[in-house]
């Protein structure tokens, strides 16, 4: 029998049936928070991903999370992944846009609002802490506050050794001769204090504290340095490794029948004690190095996530935990990101938020849908530009599917990758073919073998050609 208002205000007083209508309210009105963590050229490379790599504070929250086993940047390289992501569009080779080391600059898109800024504009106060956007003076519009970072603001973030990121001593004539940088890694007997992401760690657990006492609710992105090269971090996590156990990669050869568009990004050899690196002992103190660093900044994230619960904000908190992109560790001997192989686009993708159990999602997702994702969950207005389409129904559901295909795109290279298969094409500047390849995930998971040529994917090979196209031709990525 249902109660009348009347019954319920004689039963229970006016002045508790008051309190209880306001306290719904307040609990209906009530904002999310969102803490959004970039791991640089971090690869699925985490124990809560079946790695052997140490990563206990990042396994705990994904204890707590969707992750997402499918997950694809939609541009293999740190600056566009990140342009894309953060505008929510797509990498576009004919528009010369996010496809590139190069083409990634806030003035692609000036007039686009950015994931922090829709926040911001409907009343979220919203903080850059570390790397975020590629440039230190991307975007300053989208924050509350000027972003926040550790080194000198050259305007570029490769300018590595002018920050004193090695911690031994250097001596000129050991520096790279063309780009002037030290060795690719470094261990040192130092504590976590002596480097830079324990320090944007920390700044982060201050910001949280100023955070809690604001009124508004607040959009905190903290973007973590490490694993992106030079591989550098203290001794204590170098030690949790035996080099000489480090398993390295069975396939360090070239995939048969590969376009010759797809080649080894040559970012390692900018640094020094890189004269072999096919070496099988370049292999094992290579994985040791990127290893340690993962479980450095493993290390720090579980710092500010400690902090994040001691202040009892993660109970309202959204929080994002992903890498950029992804890194070849020696596979096909290659060392790096910039291909349309899956080593440089599959990518970890963690999400925990109030009511969302934790689950392993096989549901295909792509770094553009996660602005609309984000707005979706927090009630903020979409912007009319945005290409990605919003997985909150994923999850809610963990098991239900989003999307066929990702599409990722590397220069002049297209890639859709479903949940067996990987395709590619390559164009001219006269937009002719020069090059495709086809790779059965089913049959050859390691991506060893092209089939595109092979006369038993025949008919896989044309439907993709042809769903490529299609893809275009429905404006995938509609025009900005």
């Known amino acids: 029998m249902k109660t009348s208002f009347k019954q319920l205000v004689k039963q229970t007083g006016w002045l508790s049936v008051t309190s209880c209508l306001c306290s719904l309210s307040l609990h209906a009105q009530e904002k999310k928070n969102v803490l959004f963590i970039f791991v640089d050229d971090l690869r699925t490379e985490l124990g809560c991903y079946g790695s052997p790599v140490q990563t206990p504070n990042i396994d705990r929250l994904a204890s707590q999370s969707v992750v997402f086993r499918n997950a694809y940047c939609n541009v ?28 990634y600059s806030q003035n692609d898109l000036p007039g686009v609002t950015t994931l922090p800024q829709a926040f911001k504009e409907q009343g979220y106060h919203t903080v850059s802490l570390g ?25 570029d973030w490769a300018t590595y050794n002018k920050w004193n990121v090695w911690k031994k001593t250097v001596e000129e004539k050991d520096l790279h001769p063309r780009s002037h940088r030290g060795p690719y890694y470094e261990s040192a007997d130092l504590p976590d204090s002596c480097y830079e992401d324990n320090t944007i760690a920390r700044k982060a657990i201050q910001k949280l504290g ?30 949790l490794y035996e080099e000489d156990s480090i398993a390295i990669a069975g396939n360090r050869y070239r995939p048969s029948g590969l376009p010759k568009q797809v080649q080894s990004s040559r970012e390692i050899c900018q640094y020094t004690q890189t004269n072999d690196t096919s070496s099988e002992a370049f292999h094992r103190k290579t994985r040791h190095a990127y ?21 009892r904000l993660d109970r309202n908190t959204i929080v994002v935990l ?8 020696g596979e096909h001997d290659f060392w790096g990101k910039h291909t349309l192989l899956k080593e440089s686009t599959h990518v970890p993708l963690i999400i925990k938020g109030p009511g969302w159990k934790h689950a392993c999602s096989q549901s295909i997702v792509e770094f553009v849908d ?61 937009r002719q073919l020069t090059g495709k390849l086809l790779f059965d995930h089913q049959a050859d998971p390691d991506e060893n073998r092209n089939a ?17 196209k299609k893809a275009k031709e429905q404006k995938l990525m509609k025009s900005i």
């Open 452 to 468: 595109a040529t092979s006369e038993q994917y025949e008919k896989q090979t044309a439907a993709f050609g042809a769903q490529m």
């Open 76 to 103: 293999p390289v740190s600056g566009a992944s990140r342009a894309s992501l953060l505008t929510g569009v797509y990498p576009d080779f004919e528009r010369k846009r996010f496809v590139d080391a190069e083409t």
């Open 210 to 239: 100023e955070l809690k006492e604001r009124k508004e609710p607040f959009f905190l992105a903290v973007g973590f340095r490490k694993p992106h090269l030079p591989f550098i971090a203290p001794q204590k996590y170098w030690d």
């Open 291 to 311: 290893y340690a660093c993962v479980s450095f900044v493993d290390a720090q994230i579980g710092l500010v996530l400690d902090e994040l619960k001691r202040l």
């Open 322 to 329: 992903l890498g950029d992109n992804g890194w070849h560790l």
């Open 131 to 155: 790397k975020v956007f590629h440039h230190h003076d991307d975007r300053t519009d989208s924050w509350s506050e000027t972003p926040w970072i550790v080194s000198p603001a050259s305007g």
């Open 370 to 430: 996660i602005y609309p994702t984000l707005c979706k969950a927090c009630h903020i207005p979409l912007p009319s530009h945005l290409q990605g389409k919003s997985f909150l129904p994923t999850l809610v559901q963990p098991q239900k599917k989003h999307r066929p295909y990702a599409y990722i795109q590397w220069v002049k290279g297209k890639n859709l990758v479903d949940g067996r298969y990987s395709y590619a094409e390559w164009h001219n500047d006269a």
